[in-house]
């Protein structure tokens, strides 16, 4: 069982940009996809974007691409958000996820989770 770590949120202004990062601990993530999720005030759950470990391949939401990119360092078993142009409504709290079976890297399911970071953006 893998246990993630989520840290990196905080205020920033509108344009301003963020890295997130999310922790494994308990095992590497070297079988899994990881995703990245958020949820704001009143909103369902979001899917953002989700990697493929073993070889980087990576998939967004259509919503997403351009301004938020998802990387790994497979030396810091880490995987990170870099959110770049930040709006006010990319406040959220966000979560990584991660699960070993393929579809996952499509947006789900995800079987294990983090406590979340939260992030805000402010006009």
């Known amino acids: 069982q893998v246990q993630l770590v989520e840290s990196g949120g905080g205020l920033v202004q509108a344009g301003g940009s963020l890295r997130l990062s999310c922790a494994a601990s308990?095992?590497?993530?070297?079988?899994?996809?990881v995703g990245w999720f958020r949820q704001a005030p009143g909103k369902e759950r979001e899917f953002v974007a989700a990697i493929r470990w073993s070889d980087g391949n990576t998939y967004y939401a259509t919503s997403m691409k351009g301004r938020f990119t998802i990387s790994r360092d497979n030396a810091k078993n880490t995987v990170y958000l870099q959110m770049n142009s930040l709006e006010p409504e990319d406040t959220a709290v966000y979560y990584c996820?991660?699960?070993?079976?393929?579809?996952?890297?499509?947006?789900?399911?995800?079987?294990?989770w983090g406590q979340g970071t939260q992030v805000t953006v402010s006009s």
């Open positions: 996820a991660a699960d070993y079976r393929p579809i996952a890297l499509m947006g789900g399911p995800f079987n294990y």
């Open positions: 308990g095992r590497t993530f070297s079988s899994y996809n």
